[in-house]
C-alpha cells in the first residue's frame, strides 16, 4: 500500500474554565466607547493569571490598535508589547493569558489572531463580548481553540467554547446592569456626549469601589471584635 497522510481532527471542548474580573468588562466597554467611527470592533490583550487547578483568572486588560478586511487582520504588535512591558512595571505577576473583542461571537479573521497569541501564550483565552448586550447570557463568551492539521500541516483553528464565570457583589451588579443601558443606547456622535458616557462608566466604578472599601472595613473591625 501506498503511503498515506493522517488527518488530525480536534478533539472537543476542553475542561478550561476562566474567571472574569468586572472590571475587565467595564474596560473593554469603555474601549469600544473609545473607538474610532470606522471600527466595528476592539481588540485587545487579556492579562492575569492561571492557578494551579488551570483556572483561567481574567484580571485586567488592554486595547491593542489594528486593522482588518475580509481576507486579512493586522494587529499593532510593537503597541501591544509596549503596553505588556508597562503593565509588568506595575504588576509583574500579570502575564498575558489571551485577547479580546467586541462582537457576539467568532469571526473568520479570529483565527488569524489567535495564531499570533498563541506565539505569546500557550492555549491563549478568546474573550467575546457583545457590547449591545441583547442577552445576558450569551453576551459574554470565552473560547480556546485547538488545531485541525494534515499531516504537518496546519489547516485551521477550531474555536470551543469554554466556561466562563463572571460573579458580581451587589455594587457591581448595578454598575453591570448601568453598563448596558448605557452601551445599547445610541453611541453619541460628538465629543460632550462621548465625555457624558465614560463619565457613567466611571461613576460604576467609583460605586464598585466604595462598596469593597466597605467590605474591608467591616471586616477588619468584625475581626478586632469592635
Not at 503511503?3 to 475587565?24: E, Q, R, Y
Not at 486593522?67 to 486579512?72: I, T
Request: one cysteine or more; proline letters at 3%.
Amino acid at each position: 500500500m501506498g503511503s498515506s497522510t493522517m488527518l488530525h481532527l480536534p478533539s472537543g471542548p476542553t475542561g478550561v474554565i476562566a474567571k472574569l474580573h468586572p472590571t475587565v468588562m467595564f474596560n473593554i466597554c469603555d474601549s469600544y466607547i473609545r473607538r474610532n467611527d470606522q471600527q466595528e470592533r476592539v481588540i485587545g490583550t487579556l492579562l492575569g493569571a492561571v492557578s494551579t487547578d488551570g483556572i483561567v483568572e481574567i484580571r485586567n486588560s488592554y486595547a491593542v490598535p489594528h486593522n482588518e478586511s475580509s481576507d486579512q487582520v493586522a494587529v499593532d504588535i510593537d503597541y501591544h508589547r509596549s503596553m505588556f512591558e508597562l503593565h509588568q512595571r506595575v504588576n509583574p505577576k500579570e502575564v498575558i493569558i489571551g485577547w479580546y473583542s467586541t462582537s457576539s461571537g467568532v469571526s473568520g479573521s479570529d483565527a488569524l489572531i489567535q495564531d499570533f497569541y498563541a506565539r505569546e501564550v500557550t492555549n491563549p483565552v478568546h474573550l467575546t463580548i457583545d457590547t449591545m448586550f441583547s442577552d445576558e447570557t450569551t453576551s459574554i463568551k470565552a473560547y480556546v481553540s485547538t488545531s485541525l492539521t494534515l499531516g504537518e500541516r496546519q489547516l485551521a483553528a477550531q474555536f470551543h467554547e469554554i466556561q466562563l464565570d463572571l460573579r458580581l457583589l451587589e455594587a457591581e451588579r448595578i454598575g453591570f446592569d448601568l453598563l448596558k443601558k448605557t452601551m445599547v443606547e445610541k453611541l453619541p456622535s460628538d465629543l460632550e456626549g462621548l465625555e457624558q458616557s465614560i463619565g457613567r462608566l466611571q461613576n460604576m466604578i467609583e460605586v464598585v469601589f466604595r462598596y469593597t472599601d466597605d467590605v474591608v472595613v467591616s471586616a477588619i473591625l468584625i475581626s478586632v471584635g469592635m
